[in-house]
C-alpha cells in the first residue's frame, strides 16, 4: 500500500528545489550565474518578476523543501537522509536573511541550492525506505 506521508514528502521536496532554483533564475542583479543559465534557456522574461521571485516564492520554496525534509524523518526514519536533505534549505534561508549583507552570502544560497537539487536527484536515484518496523522504530 502507498504511504500517502511517503509520497506526499517525495513530491513536496522536488517542488521545493525545483521552485528554489526558478526562483533564483529570476534575479539576475542577485545570482547572475543562475539568471544566465534561465536566459539561456529562453526564461529571461522571469526577470520582471525579480521582487516577487526573490522575496516570497524563493523562501517560500527552501521553506517547503525544508518542511518536507523534516517530514521525511516520520517516512523512513533515517535521520541522516534528512539532515542532509535539510542543510540546503536551511543555508538558503540563512542566507537570505541574517547573511544577506555579507558578500558570501551568494556563495552560500548557491552552495545551499546546489544542496537542495544534489539531494532531490539522490532521492530520485536512491528513493529512501523504512529500515525499521513500527515497533521498533522511534516514536
Known sequence: MLNP???????????????AV???MGCAMCFPAIA?????????FLGQWEGLFINTLFPLFASLALVMNVLGWFS??????SLLGSIGPILVLLSLY???????????????????????ILDMVSPASKR???ETCPA
Not at 36 to 44: K, R
Not at 76 to 81: D, K, Y
Not at 105 to 120: D, E, I, K, Q, R
Request: net charge negative; glycine share 12%; aromatic share 12%.
Open 76 to 81: 523512513h526514519h533515517q535521520w541522516h537522509r
Open 98 to 120: 541574517p547573511w544577506f549583507e555579507y558578500d558570501w552570502s551568494t556563495y552560500v544560497t548557491y552552495t545551499g541550492l546546489g544542496l537542495m537539487v544534489a539531494v532531490s
Open 132 to 134: 525499521c518496523d513500527d
Open 22 to 24: 526558478i526562483s533564483a
Open 5 to 19: 506521508l511517503k509520497l506526499l514528502t517525495r513530491i513536496g521536496d522536488k517542488a521545493g528545489s525545483l521552485g
Open 36 to 44: 544566465n543559465v534561465a536566459a539561456a534557456l529562453g526564461m529571461g
